[in-house]
């Protein structure tokens, strides 16, 4: 039955070619309209981080203006309590570091410098740099494609030791196995002992204060070498004390915040312990002076961290519903159409009703005729959605900041978005098919 | 006009004339609130930035060599790039405005953190920044040659002169003429205002106090500027090369990079802005042209399950501007019911986005503006079905369809 009513829909389709045509191509519009901006919103709000969204867990602790909160007057929608700083402290960075309590973790901050070979192997670059803990490599699943992370002695020290992203070794060393060869960072030999793979998580969640869809850095370089060299921050630095900031040092124990911590909790034990610790250290500091305001700390994971950092920013949210709003005009207007055609045909389905067909056999003629009308348009939408989706890339993507940089396509969203297209074209047909089956054959057939 | 007849018709049509209805208030609701926010974002990015920014480039300069100076290299390289021939002005700064990266600080009108307390963005340049950005001075003059300090240390306080911007001397003291008034940072070291430019737009264009700013008059400690360089009209891209020639000629022992338009620089920022503007605005235009289309198919349907009854009214007397008026006047009332619903549902649209993303309320202009557009649209796409029903002939009563 299903094979006959799909020859009546394309005999249909025949007859009114223009009618079909500007239903499918309603569809499609709304579809794509819909694909791109989902898609969008999608890669903004993706878990990028995988199972360890779950484990991996970054703090916010208010050590912020007593007269005039972090983001005032943004206050946390699980707590109702005001937010807290993003970014940590040196000393606090440094004493959370400390702490036993994790699997892993890792201090880190966004600094920079040129890079250069001693053999003039390469011209002299700018290259964004990370200065980040040896677990950085393992708690962000980091992939390599040359040696692997230094060892956390390295740290120590600090060993003069780099990590370089396969672009950067792309540029000092043509792309070959560099481990072992030497690169000048700020005037002095650091020892390549790892090059990554392909490495570009979106959202960067591990560092959105200095923009989710920024390009990752080309090289990391042991936290401590930050000191040493005494380099500041190449990426957001926010303070609010007026302090007396004379030499390094100073700028270092001030309340100014550009680090980040994040710390591997896999046990709810672990969890309740670190937010302990948190909270004691905060109150141990209160008594030296420091945390003027109400205690007021915080534990994220992931998800939460990219909810309290607003990585899918308002404008993408807004996108999508109307885009939503546009596929519900498209889909009213189809129903209108529908109807009209259905009606259109009314006589012929009052023969059919004479000749025996049922009710129900005219409504799912007519149902598989939307069907088939909306499939049209979930394909058509669908592939003008891919077409958007690589336009966006290609032109949007490297221009615009808000909007992610790689814009993940997976045959997945095509099939959702072609699956709801057919939903809703065989919704929008059920009060066209259902009138029509309703209509009595004899008013048909009495004209005819 | 007898209404009765054509509001008793319009009732045996009803899923139809529902369905236009329905559709108009949508579109009404997407329509209205979308040119609303398209609005917004146009004149966001449409404001003057008080720069001469389409006819001004940026670079960054650092030297990584043992012992390289720093001053040297920008006294020598503003020297040299201000010669060349159709560049206007050169000048060092610490961050490029438009840019979306910058420095902040609050500053105060009066010492001991008292008094007015208002950010601003800062730059620290030379005396060439107010000629070489094209910014206009409100009053006073930039800053005296010698009084622009070349530092070997960050944090030295701040130079004891400065030239702001209207907005800031506005907003630190209001109602008074700012210029020679002295204003305090947080440390509470006096800053003389030497000068006053009518509006200059800082790094951030996103942020409410993007005309807050203030050039101080000083360079340094390096290793690392930026440099601003604005050309003649249309000598912006050769100079660009040129200058990258020059200055690489002079002092192979640095890193050159980052040259950019500040044209570029100001797309980008606007960026999100603009991907807003356009996807509303080709939203709009689709929902307008599916509208049409969609009542214009329904029109035609409509005229078409009625020629019969269109034929009598024809024989018993009715002439065919009737019919048009008939079915023009029943498109109206369809229109007009969908149009109220629409207003309705804009005003909740409107209202909903503004209370979940801090917009600004509805104008109602754009809801008047909205109900008088798809009134036009909705006729305009009941014309053709109406005449199509006027050339059906009276005989058409008489015979089955």
């Known amino acids: 039955m299903f094979a006959y009513y799909l020859r009546l829909a394309l005999s249909s389709f025949r007859r009114n070619p223009g009618l079909t045509a500007l239903m499918v191509f309603a569809i499609a519009l709304g579809i794509s309209v819909c694909m791109i901006t989902l898609t969008s919103f999608r890669a903004a709000s993706q878990n990028p981080a995988g199972d360890r969204a779950g484990i991996l867990f970054a703090p916010s602790i208010d050590s912020w203006d007593p007269n005039d909160g972090y983001d005032s007057p943004q206050t946390d929608a699980d707590t109702g309590r005001p937010v807290a700083p993003t970014m940590l402290t040196y000393r606090d960075a440094r004493a959370l570091y400390a702490s036993n309590i994790p699997d892993r973790k890792v201090i880190m901050y966004k600094a920079g410098g040129i890079f250069s070979r001693n053999d003039k192997g390469m011209e002299p670059e700018y290259i964004s740099t990370r200065m980040t803990t040896a677990d950085f490599f393992a708690m962000f699943d980091v992939p390599f494609l040359y040696g692997g992370p230094w060892d956390a002695k390295a740290d120590a020290g600090p060993d003069p030791v780099v990590v370089l992203s396969k672009e950067s070794n792309q540029k000092a060393f043509g792309g070959a196995n560099s481990i072992g060869k030497t690169i000048m960072w700020h005037d002095r030999e650091f020892r390549v002992v790892g090059v990554l793979n392909d490495f570009e998580p979106v959202p960067k969640y591990f560092d959105v204060s200095n923009g989710s869809f920024n390009d990752m850095e080309g090289a990391y370089?042991?936290?401590?070498?930050?000191?040493?060299?005494?380099?500041?921050?190449?990426?957001n630095t926010n303070c609010w004390k007026t302090e007396t900031i004379e030499s390094y040092l100073d700028f270092l124990n001030?309340?100014?915040?550009?680090?980040?911590?994040?710390?591997?909790?896999?046990?709810?034990?672990q969890q309740l312990a670190f937010r302990e610790m948190l909270d004691n250290y905060v109150t141990e500091q209160k008594k030296h002076g420091r945390f003027p305001r109400p205690l007021n700390n915080y534990l994220y994971d992931v998800k939460g961290w990219m909810k309290r950092n607003k990585v899918v920013d308002d404008d993408n949210k807004a996108m999508v519903i109307m885009a939503f709003a546009f596929l519900a005009v498209c889909l009213v207007n189809t129903v209108g159409l529908l109807l009209a055609k259905f009606l259109n045909a009314a006589p012929a389905s009052g023969v059919r009703r004479a000749l025996g067909a049922s009710r129900r056999d005219i409504f799912w003629q007519h149902l598989t005729e939307s069907g088939v009308v909306a499939l049209a348009g979930g394909l058509v939408g669908g592939l003008l959605g891919m077409a958007g989706i690589w336009a966006m890339r290609a032109w949007y993507g490297q221009f615009i900041d808000q909007v992610p940089r790689i814009l993940p396509f997976d045959s997945m969203t095509f099939v959702i978005v072609v699956s709801i297209a057919v939903c809703a074209g065989v919704i929008a047909g059920l009060y066209p098919a259902w009138r029509i089956g309703r209509a009595a054959p004899a008013s048909y057939l009495k004209v005819q | 006009m007898e209404v009765r007849p054509i509001l008793s018709a319009l009732l045996r049509n009803r899923a139809g004339a529902i369905l236009v209805a329905v559709q108009i208030a949508i579109t009404l609701a997407i329509v209205v609130n979308a040119v609303f926010l398209t609005q917004q974002r146009v004149e966001k990015i449409g404001r003057p930035t008080g720069i001469d920014d389409q006819n001004i480039?940026?670079?960054?300069?650092?030297?990584?060599?043992?012992?390289?100076?720093?001053?040297?290299?920008?006294?020598?390289?503003?020297?040299?790039m201000r010669r060349m021939p159709g560049v206007i002005d050169v000048t060092p700064m610490s961050h490029i405005p438009l840019s979306g990266s910058g420095s902040s600080s609050g500053f105060y009108s009066l010492p001991d953190k008292k008094g007015k307390n208002e950010p601003a963005n800062i730059y620290r340049t030379d005396d060439h920044a107010v000629h070489a950005l094209g910014v206009t001075l409100a009053s006073g003059k930039t800053f005296e040659p010698d009084t622009v300090e070349y530092v070997s240390k960050e944090s030295q306080g701040w130079p004891p002169t400065a030239v702001i911007t209207q907005d800031l001397a506005d907003a630190l003291f209001p109602k008074e003429n700012a210029l020679g008034k002295v204003f305090y940072d947080d440390q509470s070291k006096p800053i003389k205002i030497v000068g006053v430019m009518s509006h200059m737009h800082g790094s951030w264009v996103g942020w409410d106090k993007v005309g807050q700013v203030i050039l101080a008059p000083r360079v340094g400690p390096g290793p690392s500027t930026s440099y601003m360089v604005r050309t003649a009209p249309g000598e912006l891209d050769r100079l660009m090369k040129d200058t990258e020639i020059a200055l690489r000629a002079r002092d192979p022992n640095r890193v050159l990079n980052n040259f950019k338009k500040m044209s570029d620089d100001k797309r980008k920022s606007y960026g999100g802005d603009s991907l807003v503007a356009i996807t509303l605005s080709v939203v709009t235009g689709l929902v307008l042209i599916f509208s049409s289309l969609g009542i214009f198919g329904l029109a035609t349907f409509n005229v078409n399950t009625r020629t019969r009854q269109i034929g009598t009214r024809r024989a018993v007397g009715a002439r065919k501007r009737d019919i048009v008026r008939h079915f023009m006047t029943e498109n109206w009332f369809v229109t007009s019911f969908g149009v109220v619903t629409g207003c309705a549902l804009a005003l909740g649209v409107g209202y909903w986005l503004s209370n979940q993303f801090g917009l600004p309320r509805l104008d109602l202009y754009y809801l008047v503006g909205g109900v008088l557009g798809l009134w036009i649209v909705g006729q305009l796409a009941a014309w053709q079905p109406s005449l199509k029903a006027a050339k059906v002939s009276p005989a058409m009563a008489t015979r089955s369809v």
């Open chain 1, 221 to 235: 370089i042991p936290f401590s070498w930050g000191q040493v060299l005494e380099l500041g921050s190449d990426g």
């Open chain 1, 254 to 269: 001030s309340e100014c915040i550009f680090f980040h911590g994040w710390f591997e909790l896999r046990t709810a034990g």
């Open chain 2, 57 to 80: 480039f940026s670079f960054n300069s650092t030297g990584f060599e043992k012992g390289f100076d720093f001053h040297a290299m920008v006294r020598e390289d503003l020297a040299l």
